[in-house]
T-cell receptor, first 112, second 112 residues
Framework: DQQVKQNSPSLSVQEGRISILNCDYTNSMFDYFLWYKKYPAEGPTFLISISSIKDKNEDGRFTVFLNKSAKHLSLHIVPSQPGDSAVYFCAARSPDTDKLIFGTGTRLQVFP | DGGITQSPKYLFRKEGQNVTLSCEQNLNHDAMYWYRQDPGQGLRLIYYSQIVNDFQKGDIAEGYSVSREKKESFPLTVTSAQKNPTAFYLC???????????FGDGTRLSIL
């Protein structure tokens, strides 16, 4: 049973516009959420995180929003750049095991 | 420069052979993790270790073994019991608590 879901396998956005990547989870006990960016044949790179006690965290062009009642988080990238083209994974931490559970990823393509 | 080093980048194994993937970190992180990534799937946890000389099974530990004799090293052995070992293997490390995991660049294992 997939506890963390990224229902959009791909997203295409024009350069300069906003990219919105979505992630849903099922376990209300998750207390920490992260977004990672991954290029082919490389390891994921940490982008931004948010604790369950917050509903927004911002770092430069990247903002993560958390809606606990809907069990939903999203990553906003503004403005989108061609270098943002990659696969984005969301992850959630289970506090009892300290393990991260990853979604299946969304491939973002930013075109000129 | 601090980081996580995985070697080799590409590895080939004959059927019936055991093979060991190396993971070294100089970030002074207590926790280390091994994940497997298959096409179209998220990262699945194989084994993790929160302190030296201790490790726990993840979600897909069958056919794998690990050791944690030193804080900076967490090698993964893919045994002949692993029926479908072809995958991209990622090692990660983190401080404990609400800290992001940092990843190496991965090892791609293929069966000859």
């Amino acid at each position: 049973d997939q506890q963390v879901k990224q229902n959009s396998p791909s997203l295409s956005v024009q350069e300069g516009r906003i990219s919105i990547l979505n992630c849903d989870y099922t376990n209300s006990m998750f207390d920490y959420f992260l977004w990672y960016k991954k290029y082919p044949a490389e390891g994921p790179t940490f982008l931004i995180s948010i604790s369950s006690i917050k509903d927004k965290n911002e770092d430069g062009r990247f903002t993560v929003f958390l809606n606990k009642s809907a069990k939903h988080l999203s990553l906003h990238i503004v403005p989108s750049q061609p270098g943002d083209s990659a696969v984005y994974f969301c992850a959630a931490r289970s506090p009892d095991t300290d393990k991260l559970i990853f979604g299946t990823g969304t491939r973002l393509q930013v075109f000129p | 420069d601090g980081g996580i080093t995985q070697s080799p980048k590409y590895l080939f194994r004959k059927e019936g052979q055991n093979v060991t993937l190396s993971c070294e970190q100089n970030l002074n992180h207590d926790a280390m993790y091994w994940y497997r990534q298959d096409p179209g799937q998220g990262l699945r946890l194989i084994y993790y270790s929160q302190i030296v000389n201790d490790f726990q099974k993840g979600d897909i530990a069958e056919g794998y073994s690990v050791s944690r004799e030193k804080k900076e090293s967490f090698p993964l052995t893919v045994t002949s019991a692993q029926k479908n070992p072809t995958a991209f293997y990622l090692c990660a490390s983190s401080k404990t608590g609400n800290q992001p995991q940092h990843f190496g660049d991965g090892t791609r294992l293929s069966i000859l």
